[in-house]
């Protein structure tokens, strides 16, 4: 079974500019989540994803939106990006039911720099 | 927002037992206990979870204290390849992950 795929695997913008990655989840998993991850701020939850529809939101700023497609994939969108953007984005795809029991499986993420 | 505490870095030798602990004294009754860890420049990847009673699979144990307030994940023999980031995180709705253990192999 093929595993959770991210592209592009590395990505550099300038300040401003907008950018969108994708996730291809395992199939058969229904739900999609997306994390950043900063040295300052470690691990953090971005939204999650199931059946098409936001089911949970972290703290981040409408410039992080996402969305996700009938076939489970995943993008994700940053718009007018800033400096503090610059980090490694996770994606990570899960059967999907609502017990936090869910074994979540992780793609190698995106290396997102922005100059 | 994280909801768990663990020492920042732990050392261990190899082939010896290695205990990684977790406090989450704010754990509700429905929140599981998951343990994720990261290898260098690769995605975190599934360890061990549970809800109240100590659980073992062919990678790890998990003890979780009775009133569930801490864990600990126990890897029986260290060795190299376990050298990685171990989180201890709570699953509600999402995850929180915490700031992770460093753990160094010792040859």
């Known amino acids: 079974k093929a595993g959770v795929t991210q592209t592009p695997r590395y990505l550099i913008k300038t300040r401003g500019q907008q950018v969108t990655l994708s996730c291809s989840p395992i199939s058969g998993h229904r739900s999609v989540s997306w994390y950043q991850q900063t040295p300052g701020q470690g691990l953090q939850f971005l939204f999650e994803y199931f059946s098409e529809t936001q089911r949970n939101k972290g703290n981040f700023p409408g410039r992080f939106s996402g969305r996700q497609f009938s076939n489970s994939r995943s993008e994700m969108n940053v718009s007018t990006l800033e400096l503090g953007d610059s980090a490694l984005y996770l994606c990570?795809?899960?059967?999907?039911?609502?017990?936090?029991?869910?074994?979540?499986?992780f793609g190698p993420g995106t290396r997102l720099t922005v100059l | 927002d994280a909801k768990t505490t663990q020492p920042n870095s732990m050392e261990s030798n190899e082939e010896e037992p290695v205990h990684l602990p977790c406090n989450h004294s704010t754990i509700s009754g429905t929140d599981y206990i998951h343990w994720y860890r990261q290898l260098p420049s690769q995605g975190p990847e599934y360890v061990i979870h549970g809800l109240t009673s100590n659980v073992n699979n062919r990678m790890a144990s998990l003890a979780i204290a009775e009133d569930r307030k801490s864990s600990t994940l126990i890897l029986h023999r260290a060795t190299l390849r376990d050298a990685a980031v171990y989180y201890c995180?709570?699953?509600?709705?999402?995850?929180?992950f915490g700031t992770g253990t460093s753990l160094t192999v010792i040859p």
């Open positions: 995180i709570l699953s509600g709705n999402q995850f929180y």
């Open positions: 990570a795809s899960s059967w999907g039911g609502t017990s936090g029991s869910n074994e979540q499986f």
